[in-house]
């Protein structure tokens, strides 16, 4: 091939790339035009899809809040029901106690006292979660909230071989709060740590256990109180935990859970203007509750603290 006969060749190669470019360059996006109309018809689907799932979930609310409210009501009427026929035990136990000669049988009345007395804590416990939700929030510590949950789980947390490890709670500050609802977030937790152990260790053993902590800690000025549950189950994996605070999300079978507790817990710790957080690893996790603490120091002693 000649010289001459490239040049024509060259030519055509030049204008083909061209050609090319240009239309690579035509199609290299959607148009402006073309990307307000596929707004202008998406975005009133996308709207009602979301007024969609915020009234789906409104109505799965106020379904789950009438289920807490039937529970409250079954638990006042069996407290009621079983509080007197308790006392009378307790007083019959007492005058057993006092009036026996017999060395057994004031060990029988004793025994009878301590268990009866275990009963009316425990009635004491149903009364207070059944109290109805609203008026004036109370003066409460961590350790109490605790102590009046823990008479409600400790005869399944027991059955079950769970251990439950107080020992490092702080009586620390109280918080303002409506106990009834800060217990229910705290059975929840406890719940939660229940089954995580029994799936993990099926019988009872050392590992199996949940360690209750709390301190107060301070927060751009503002003293907090830090109540954690710690299990040492199965923990949570990383791609989940973003996720166990939304309404519906669960990791249990189809109709085992409604996916709720822990979106209620949320919004009910949020609500005492607190927050909820979880940290875990594949052999353990901890779920911390923060809530403000009922006294806070001057304004000018935060500044010196947080400074």
Avoid at 96 to 105: A, N
Avoid at 182 to 189: D, E, G, S
Avoid at 218 to 232: A, K, P, Q
Wanted: proline share 5%; aromatic share 4%; hydrophobic share 35%.
């Amino acid at each position: 091939m000649g010289i001459g006969e490239a040049e024509p060749d060259r030519a055509r190669a030049a204008s083909a790339e061209i050609e090319v470019g240009e239309r690579l360059d035509s199609y290299c996006g959607p148009r402006e035009s073309d990307i307000e109309r596929l707004r202008a018809v998406e975005g009133p689907d996308l709207r009602q899809r979301a007024k969609d799932r915020a009234l789906y979930q409104s109505q799965a609310d106020a379904r789950q809040q009438q289920r807490l409210e039937a529970i409250g009501t079954l638990a006042s009427g069996v407290a009621h029901e079983i509080n007197n026929p308790v006392q009378s035990i307790m007083n019959y136990a007492l005058l057993i106690e006092r009036r026996s000669g017999t060395p057994e049988v004031v060990k029988y009345a004793q025994e009878i006292l301590h268990e009866s007395q275990r009963v009316a804590a425990i009635v004491r416990g149903l009364l207070s979660f059944a109290r109805q939700e609203g008026g004036p929030y109370t003066e409460v510590t961590v350790p109490e909230l605790v102590s009046s949950t823990l008479s409600l789980l400790s005869v399944m947390l027991r059955k079950d071989g769970v251990q439950i490890d107080a020992s490092e709670l702080e009586v620390g500050p109280a918080v303002r709060c409506h106990p009834q609802q800060i217990q229910q977030v705290l059975m929840n937790l406890l719940a939660n740590a229940r089954e995580s152990l029994n799936e993990r260790y099926p019988v009872a053993c050392d590992e199996k256990r949940i360690v209750l902590r709390s301190r107060s800690w301070l927060r751009e000025g503002e003293v907090f109180v830090r109540l954690t549950v710690e299990d040492f189950g199965h923990g949570i994996p990383a791609t989940l935990r973003e996720q166990i605070f939304d309404p519906f999300f669960t990791t249990k079978a189809q109709g085992q859970a409604a996916g709720l507790g822990l979106s209620i817990s949320h919004g009910i710790v949020v609500e005492h203007g607190g927050m909820i957080s979880v940290e875990s690893d594949p052999t353990s996790t901890r779920f911390h509750v923060d809530l403000p603490a009922a006294t806070q120091p001057p304004e000018r002693l935060r500044e010196i603290v947080s400074g």
